[in-house]
């Protein structure tokens, strides 16, 4: 087949060039990147080899080879792994737009440092093309295990690519790379030079569990061929002792195993020993991935039986509410063609999961205390995830509320945990009280926090949407009743106080029962029920649920996710003290319950109930029915 000739897309294009004039800080890293593509090479083939028998693939002396030749200023990275075939090749590696979207594009034109850029780059897996920072040219011949035809693309980065077939490829994939030249104000370097690539891989992928071979540094005697050497020590480095591996070398670890491109933010190690042996070296990662809450994100951590890789992103270890947990599990008494299937109802893999899912949110808990920088930026970047685990996972639920925070009307920018909060409840306060909204500004200015602030009692604010689900399935921490304040009926007064006001809204409920049933009746198609409320100081009036019913912005969710969620009339609650309401109920004992109050007075009723659904967040029914009434109200009083 002749060699066919291929356009970037706009967006590729213009990515490319970024990449490789503006973006890399450091360009050894185009190393890794080729190095790590590899080692993921040659596990799948491992894989497969173990799960099919009949693959026709050569599995004898898997490694990856470095090789330089400095008079054609090339370099090739090569492997025996599976290889891709001719339609992967096309997929993944002829068309930058799968990985590297506008929206990525766009994020990198807006990122301010190198350092957010490599960022980005990590997180949307796009080291292949780094390759270009140093060189000229680029080509990939591949050729997937078991197939006889083999692949080449060939690119030098500008505005076309070529693909081909070929006849006598070997299994694998290389990459060769021409180079361009030295330039050491640009930080390119002579990537030729052995003792170069040398203490690249060294520093980025010494602990790559497949040999990485090259030329000895030193040419042979009487000027026979180098010998070939293997210069990563391939230790894994969970198996070795604490002691003996620096921050540096995990951090490459999770590097590899992340693709991320920045340091994890804490490094957790377990070894159990008995009846089932099994070592982990876990990673709490510094900022989310751009994927983390979209459907196709990977999740779990890789698994290893006895230092054989067996498979990425095994989610059996790792529930979906600590999904960006990164790292290795590596066991001693599984079977090494172990099925994902198998691994859902094997019992020591629950047994380790249970442990491991303990042992992250213990380190959790042990960061508040003993690293709140820390604490505090994973709680940023995954504190909507880990709130997930409330509705998930119920043997650990009390652990998770304790290292939960939230803000609070006692703190208008840090955040409190429910001890702190609980620590600082006023003598007699019995619940903690809460509110759930899209946003500070709007539940700070809501009618319900009235009450609240002139009695000085602290609440809770609940700004993601995942607030809206737990508080429904959490009753209760430390003994203390969870307590939403725009639900049920609000009582904040003490005895003493309660004993002063008792007489008079007792009077109150008798003036205010007859307007109180009426406008029950007027607004009956919109309200359970219209009451006094003992939660304003302000606002004339405001919507409240009844203590067991979703609020509206939970059914909006449940519609959102196509769940048929029947409406919930709710509740009316008006402020005796103000002149608004002490009005209408002068008006309304005025004029009585007859036809020709009817119109002036219903109208009055459905505006006081629009004003306190639009001061709750709600939507109207009928906004222009609405308009024309407030309209018509205030054309009345110039």
């Known amino acids: 087949m002749p060699a066919e000739t291929f356009e970037f897309q706009v967006e590729a294009r213009q990515l490319?060039?970024?990449?490789?004039?503006?973006?890399?800080?450091?360009?050894?890293?185009?190393?890794?990147?080729?190095?790590?593509?590899?080692?993921?090479?040659?596990?799948?083939?491992?894989?497969?080899?173990?799960?099919?028998?009949?693959?026709?693939?050569?599995?004898?002396?898997?490694?990856?080879?470095?090789?330089?030749?400095?008079?054609?200023?090339?370099?090739?990275?090569?492997?025996?792994?599976?290889?891709?075939?001719?339609?992967?090749?096309?997929?993944?590696?002829?068309?930058?737009?799968?990985?590297?979207?506008?929206?990525?594009?766009?994020?990198l034109k807006e990122a301010k440092d190198s350092a957010t850029s490599e960022e980005l780059i990590g997180q949307f897996g796009v080291g292949f093309y780094s390759s270009f920072m140093v060189a000229d040219e680029v080509t990939l011949l591949t050729r997937r295990a078991g197939e006889s035809q083999g692949t080449r693309w060939t690119s030098s980065g500008e505005g076309t690519y070529t693909v081909e077939s070929v006849d006598d490829a070997p299994q694998g994939?290389?990459?060769?790379?021409?180079?361009?030249?030295?330039?050491?104000?640009?930080?390119?370097?002579?990537?030729?030079?052995?003792?170069?690539?040398?203490?690249?891989?060294?520093?980025?992928?010494?602990?790559?569990?497949?040999?990485?071979?090259?030329?000895?540094?030193?040419?042979?005697?009487?000027?026979?061929?180098?010998?070939?050497?293997?210069?990563?020590?391939?230790?894994?480095?969970?198996?070795?002792?604490?002691?003996?591996?620096?921050?540096?070398?995990?951090?490459?670890?999770?590097?590899?195993?992340?693709?991320?491109?920045?340091?994890?933010?804490?490094?957790?190690?377990?070894?159990?020993?008995?009846?089932?042996?099994?070592?982990?070296?876990?990673?709490?990662?510094?900022?989310?991935p751009q994927d983390l809450f979209m459907q196709g994100h990977k999740r779990g951590v890789q698994l290893y039986v006895k230092r054989v890789f067996i498979m990425d992103d095994?989610?059996?270890?790792?529930?979906?509410?600590?999904?960006?947990?990164?790292?290795?599990?590596?066991?001693?008494?599984?079977?090494?063609?172990?099925?994902?299937?198998?691994?859902?109802?094997?019992?020591?893999?629950?047994?380790?999961?249970?442990?491991?899912?303990?042992?992250?949110?213990?380190?959790?808990?042990?960061?508040?205390?003993?690293?709140?920088?820390?604490?505090?930026?994973?709680?940023?970047?995954?504190?909507?995830?880990?709130?997930?685990?409330?509705?998930?996972?119920?043997?650990?639920?009390?652990?998770?509320?304790?290292?939960?925070?939230?803000?609070?009307?006692?703190?208008?920018?840090?955040?409190?945990t429910l001890r702190s909060y609980v620590e600082r409840m006023k003598e007699g306060q019995e619940q903690i009280f809460y509110m759930t909204g899209e946003s500070r500004a709007a539940m700070e200015s809501s009618p319900h926090m009235e009450a609240f602030r002139a009695k000085g009692f602290e609440v809770l604010l609940l700004t993601d949407p995942v607030d809206e689900v737990w508080v429904q399935s959490v009753p209760a921490f430390d003994g203390k009743q969870l307590q939403s304040i725009a639900k049920g009926e609000v009582?904040?007064?003490?005895?003493?106080?309660?004993?002063?006001?008792?007489?008079?809204?007792?009077?109150?409920?008798?003036?205010?029962?007859?307007?109180?049933?009426?406008?029950?009746?007027?607004?009956?198609?919109?309200?359970?029920?219209?009451?006094?409320?003992?939660?304003?100081?302000?606002?004339?009036?405001?919507?409240?649920?009844?203590t067991h019913d979703a609020t509206p912005a939970l059914e909006n969710m449940y519609r959102a996710m196509g769940q048929e969620v029947p409406h919930i009339k709710r509740i009316l609650e008006l402020n005796p003290s103000h002149p608004l309401i002490s009005g209408l109920k002068k008006a309304h004992a005025q004029q009585g319950d007859g036809a020709e109050a009817g119109t002036e007075l219903a109208e009055a009723a459905e505006l006081v109930h629009g004003l306190a659904l639009l001061s709750d967040g709600g939507e109207l029914s009928d906004p222009s029915r609405f308009s024309r009434l407030m309209a018509d109200r205030l054309e009345r009083t110039l």
């Open 173 to 288: 994939t290389s990459v060769t790379l021409r180079l361009k030249p030295e330039d050491a104000e640009d930080q390119l370097f002579d990537y030729t030079s052995p003792w170069k690539l040398r203490e690249i891989v060294k520093r980025y992928s010494d602990f790559i569990t497949w040999p990485i071979r090259m030329a000895a540094a030193t040419a042979g005697e009487d000027g026979a061929a180098p010998e070939i050497e293997t210069v990563n020590s391939m230790k894994a480095l969970w198996a070795r002792s604490k002691n003996s591996v620096t921050d540096e070398e995990y951090s490459e670890l999770y590097k590899h195993i992340s693709h991320d491109w920045t340091d994890p933010l804490e490094t957790i190690r377990m070894q159990a020993e008995g009846t089932f042996e099994y070592q982990a070296l876990l990673f709490l990662p510094s900022h989310a």
């Open 16 to 107: 490319l060039q970024m990449m490789i004039h503006s973006i890399y800080s450091n360009k050894d890293v185009f190393l890794r990147e080729l190095i790590s593509n590899s080692s993921d090479a040659l596990d799948k083939l491992r894989l497969e080899t173990l799960r099919d028998d009949t693959l026709k693939a050569d599995s004898s002396d898997l490694h990856i080879a470095v090789e330089a030749d400095k008079e054609q200023r090339t370099l090739t990275v090569r492997d025996n792994g599976i290889g891709m075939s001719h339609d992967e090749v096309v997929q993944l590696i002829g068309t930058i737009a799968n990985s590297g979207t506008a929206t990525f594009l766009m994020e």
């Open 314 to 416: 095994c989610e059996a270890l790792m529930p979906t509410y600590l999904r960006f947990v990164k790292g290795v599990v590596d066991a001693q008494d599984l079977s090494l063609n172990v099925s994902r299937e198998i691994l859902q109802q094997d019992r020591q893999i629950e047994l380790m999961r249970r442990r491991l899912v303990k042992k992250v949110l213990s380190t959790v808990k042990d960061m508040m205390s003993a690293a709140p920088e820390k604490y505090g930026t994973l709680w940023k970047e995954f504190g909507r995830v880990l709130k997930e685990g409330l509705l998930q996972d119920f043997e650990n639920q009390d652990t998770i509320l304790e290292i939960s925070s939230f803000a609070s009307t006692q703190d208008e920018e840090g955040l409190t």
């Open 491 to 546: 009582d904040l007064d003490t005895d003493e106080e309660k004993k002063q006001v008792e007489a008079e809204r007792e009077k109150q409920q008798q003036d205010y029962a007859g307007l109180l049933t009426w406008m029950t009746e007027q607004l009956g198609e919109n309200v359970k029920e219209v009451r006094l409320s003992s939660r304003l100081t302000v606002s004339p009036a405001c919507i409240v649920s009844d």
